[in-house]
């Protein structure tokens, strides 16, 4: 896939954000969390020539990663790396690093992508989510798993 033709738009307005909900529960299942940073936090749609969304990011005054997604259609394609490759470069000269907290199934791809551990928030799924919170790979999430990446 050529990944060189694609724009990055600024989302502003909450119900313009809310307006791809389906994006942001696919990396957070609680309207209610995700409602929590989203008036708050930058969001942005990367997007291909036709228009179509490919994934989105959303990041908070304090430089952490809260949501990111890439649509089905999109996914293993590379999308994920570029997406983060982005949001370092775009943010390189605001925060010395970004960080993302994710379950454990998350770590490994965020570690491919230049993430190293930073800490672990033990039982962030159960005390925070009222429904239980599943993996890709079936298992409930209990940790929330931090880790960070320079993004110089």
Same mark, same amino acid.
């Given at each position: 896939?050529?990944?060189?033709? /694609? &724009?990055?738009?600024?989302?502003?307005?909450?119900?313009?954000?809310?307006?791809?909900?389906?994006?942001?529960?696919?990396?957070?299942?609680?309207?209610?969390?995700?409602?929590?940073?989203?008036?708050?936090? #930058?969001? @942005?749609?990367?997007?291909?020539?036709? *228009?179509? %969304?490919? *994934?989105?990011? %959303?990041? #908070?005054?304090?430089?952490?990663? !809260?949501?990111?997604? %890439?649509?089905?259609?999109?996914?293993?394609?590379?999308?994920?790396?570029?997406?983060?490759?982005?949001? $370092?470069?775009? /943010?390189?000269? !605001?925060?010395?690093?970004?960080?993302? *907290? &994710?379950?454990?199934? *998350?770590?490994?791809? /965020?570690?491919? $992508?230049?993430?190293? @551990?930073?800490?672990?928030?033990?039982?962030?799924?159960?005390?925070?989510?009222?429904?239980?919170?599943? #993996?890709?790979?079936? &298992?409930?999430?209990?940790?929330?798993? @931090?880790?960070?990446?320079? &993004?110089?």
């Amino acid at each position: 896939m050529n990944h060189t033709e /694609y &724009t990055v738009e600024r989302i502003v307005a909450t119900d313009d954000k809310w307006a791809h909900r389906d994006l942001l529960l696919l990396a957070d299942p609680s309207e209610a969390m995700v409602a929590r940073y989203l008036a708050h936090s #930058d969001m @942005y749609l990367w997007r291909m020539p036709s *228009g179509v %969304v490919v *994934g989105e990011a %959303v990041i #908070d005054p304090h430089g952490e990663i !809260k949501n990111l997604a %890439v649509a089905p259609a999109f996914q293993q394609q590379g999308w994920g790396r570029r997406i983060l490759d982005d949001l $370092c470069a775009h /943010y390189a000269e !605001k925060f010395p690093a970004l960080t993302v *907290g &994710t379950s454990e199934g *998350g770590v490994s791809f /965020y570690e491919r $992508c230049g993430f190293r @551990y930073s800490h672990t928030v033990r039982n962030f799924f159960t005390d925070h989510y009222p429904e239980p919170v599943i #993996d890709e790979d079936g &298992t409930r999430c209990r940790d929330m798993i @931090y880790l960070t990446r320079t &993004t110089r």
